[in-house]
């Protein structure tokens, strides 16, 4: 199907301006030099306002990110793969396989066409790469200083396999506390890239779609209690949240904590604790004691968790606390994050 | 659940600020006590990053939208029920019945808390009206100036019933083109609330959900060859959409096109065409003349389509022109969209 206007978008010198919000010309040409171009497949071509799939009976889950980070392009990623990642993440959490993901994008006018197909190819290239395609989006355009280069809002939906059931409510005492790898990878390899806050630095973002890894997870351990990425908040936000969904108490073990030593260093430099910065790549996994060993055993064989490590047990407690057993012998209380510590960190 | 926060957010003097995106305690109380306490349903209570829903083996669809419509409130509506019925309609456009939203917020620093709950107050009330609760979501928050106000992408799920085959291709010569009702409203009574364009009227936006007068048409027609509700682009737009999908020409009368005396004054008055004017509450049916009257009569038996008419008919053409016999008695070609009329209209 080709589309009514004359010729090419320039790409290599042109910017986004209001027209290619406005649902006429400009917008159709925009949508299939760019958007269609990369992330090609047949419900897409369809051009119809919503994408139709067929589905067994059985439990679907879905789930949604908006992506504000800033700046877009970072050590490791850009807003564009970390918009594929970040849903396929929400939605495999559940243990669903992720099926499909819907894209809209709100650009700022001025963003360079350049930029945004920079982005988009990446996203392209995260969704092919997962076996996610990206079937239906929306596009709209917002004057200048009205947004901010560009925002991407990824919904995906997924199936769950019979017989899983893991949700945040799950922990009881006696579970143990698996984290995939290290923390704060993401947070700081952001940071480090942002203008005001330059620091030396090779570290990349950890980036990455986690439902390879989640398949393995439950085929050897089909009664995992509780997955969750700890994104915005970290850690230590991730695990309160759980431990009070779930009515219980944790206690954490710091020296089994992976963090990387240019993390610890750049986090001490600049006052922050990784237990609150920002992943993108790892999760938290809640089970059984006896399912831990196959579960390591998994984990350990996929080059995504390498550094798996049991690093806690739940507890009953009331109060639904998370605790902290410190390398110096003490104990100290994790608590949720309070304040902002990194804005638009995805 | 009670979340681990002191006392109350403070909505009448509040606004939203950046720890308000941090993923930390200030966000908890934002979610709990605005979105959470005003979307309630047994879905969102259970407080993960995805909601899980059964169905039955069938065809399902999805379907996204980003709304940043300016300004946030105007005659007849709100982003929050604008989000929520544009996307319900760009899913029943399929003839799907919508099962569950998601909705993703992207917060400018600074936003009113008051504003804020305004609007969920709304969105809430459209989903339930709609019987389509919002199930799963996610909170940003960006600086001052980097957004406006804000903006909402909703994404919905629905079931296409069996034998239902709804899609952009399928008009073909000698069918029939019906429009709900008249055009303009939304565009023409959002223009009227901008600062800059403030003239009297009493229109108001015809936003509304339309899946149960899609379920009333596919009951007495589920041959019906295509659906699609004229939004950004107008009518005109919509139908060279169509025309050019289905590799088909189109012939519109004119004269039976219902335009409010209001809708085409003002639009007289701003040198705007009514066919190119955003709508948010109509749609365009395309099927084979033997079913027209069966649809008519149903649409006219519904609230939301009294004025339904038979606007024109599908002809071959193999430039996939849309022409108009006008009201005096010559003819005109009715072009895409051109440029930017009416920006940030949804």
Redesign the interface.
Known sequence: ?T??YAGKLDIKHGTV???H????????QLIDQIFMFHFDNELLR???????????????????????I?PLFFPGGDIGSLSVHGTIN??C??G?KPL?L?????IEEGLALCELERIVISMAKASREAGVPI?????????K????GV?I?T?G?GV?PDGINI???RASPGDVIILSGSIGDHGMAVLSSRENLSFETTLQSDSAALHGLVKSMVEVAPNIHCL??P????LA?TL??LA??SSVGMILDEQSIPVKAEVSGACELLGLDPL?V?NEGKLICICDAADADRLLTAMHSDPQAQDAAIIGKVVADEH?MVQMQTSFGGSRVVD?????????IC
Do not use: C
């Open positions: 199907m589309r009514p301006n209001m027209s919000g406005s649902g006429g010309r400009a917008m159709a369809q051009h119809n306002d919503q994408a139709a799939f067929k589905v067994n009976a059985g439990r679907m889950v879905i789930s949604t990110d908006a992506h504000v800033a929400d939605v959490m559940s669903a499909y819907s894209a809209a994008f709100i079937v239906t989006g929306d596009t709209k355009v917002v004057e200083d009205n947004g901010d925002f809002t919904t939906v769950i949700s945040g409510e969750r990425d994104t915005r908040g970290g936000t309160n949240e009070l969904q609150y920002a639904h949720w994050l309070a304040g902002e510590q990194l804005p638009r």
